[in-house]
């Protein structure tokens, strides 16, 4: 059974298999009262998963999967995940071949980041481009080659909505790792526009993509000679970083940015090169910590010691 269909089963929405669709149950409950004549939506629920898309024909609601999964309280990385997961590989050779061009369109640099004050050349650098009005489309690469494609907007409600062409295992990449695996040390950051402010500052950093750290992205650090840990303020980032922090402090140097503001994207730069040149240890960056408890991050050192040495793991 695929992830999506266990988050279906686990929100009693009746999942069943038909064609190439799952039909379930509709989420939009309140479109379904039984004045509205709508029906009770008990199977109008029509998912496409290669497509990413979802439709009611009872209610008419329709949209991206990953709205369907926010709907339903999914992290919006695991949502990527378990969108990227569903595709594939030959339609999605032929999507990015599609819309490839248009990242390369530096007269489509994405409004958005520029009225964020990021820097056109940045931009360029990551190819963030204006897909369409008010749609950032973000590539991801390995090895030099686009495998995926991530568009973002503000839907008619006011939410962030976003949508994923193409394969990704999130859980194996660390954004812009291919840029700068040369690089002796970095910062590891959670989100790809926190990689675009730091290159801006001349740091060189890659993005775990949320702050449910996996092992995987654990053993591709170890790459590295040392790391300085720049995830958001607030406690799942906290928790992150302590995870890495015990994994991997008696293999790599593992050090803390200690800033001021909620993420490395409103850093200053003053502050950004100063926390990345004089980082902090994890005695001092445990003084800033609400919960210094570490045992979560002592099972997933654990896990990790045993992984570490399994060839291809
Ligand atoms: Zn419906």
Redesign the pocket.
């Known amino acids: 059974m695929s992830r999506l269909q266990e988050i279906l089963e686990e929100n009693d929405l009746n999942p069943k298999l038909a064609g190439n669709e799952i039909r379930c149950k ?3 409950r309140e ?2 009262s039984s004045e509205g004549g ?1 029906g009770d ?1 008990s199977s ?2 029509f998912i496409n998963p290669a497509k990413g898309v979802y439709n ?1 024909f ?4 329709a949209g991206t999967l990953t709205r369907f999964l926010d709907h339903l309280g999914v992290e919006p990385y695991e949502a990527f995940e378990i969108v990227t997961d569903l595709k594939e590989e030959e339609d999605v050779a032929k999507v990015i071949q599609e819309k490839e061009p248009l990242l390369h369109d530096c007269r489509r640099l994405s409004k958005e980041y520029l009225s964020r004050g990021y820097r056109r050349t940045t931009l360029r650098k990551f190819l963030i481009a204006e897909a369409s009005t008010g749609v950032t489309a973000i590539p991801y690469f390995e090895n030099n080659k686009v495998v995926a494609i991530k568009t973002r907007w503000i839907n008619a409600k006011g939410d962030r909505e976003f949508h994923v062409e193409g394969i990704l295992e999130r859980k194996k990449f660390l954004y812009n790792l291919d840029k700068v695996s040369n690089a002796k040390k970095i910062a590891l950051v959670e989100g790809e526009s926190d990689v675009w402010r730091l290159d801006q500052y001349g740091i060189p950093a890659v993005a775990t993509l949320g702050t449910s750290v996996t092992l995987d992205q654990a053993l591709l650090l170890l790459d590295f000679e040392e790391v300085v840990l720049f995830f958001d303020n607030d406690i799942a980032g906290e928790s992150a970083a302590k995870k890495l922090y015990k994994a991997l402090d008696s293999h790599i140097n593992i050090s803390f940015a200690i800033y001021s503001s909620n993420d490395p994207g409103d850093c200053s730069e003053e502050e950004a090169l100063e926390c990345y040149n004089n980082p902090s240890d994890y005695f001092e960056y445990s003084l800033t910590l609400e919960d210094t408890d570490l045992t979560d991050a002592q099972d997933f050192a654990n896990k990790f010691n045993e992984v570490k040495d399994i060839p291809f793991f």
């Open positions: 509709c989420i939009h479109n379904h709508k939506g109008s629920l009611c009872s209610c008419g609601e």
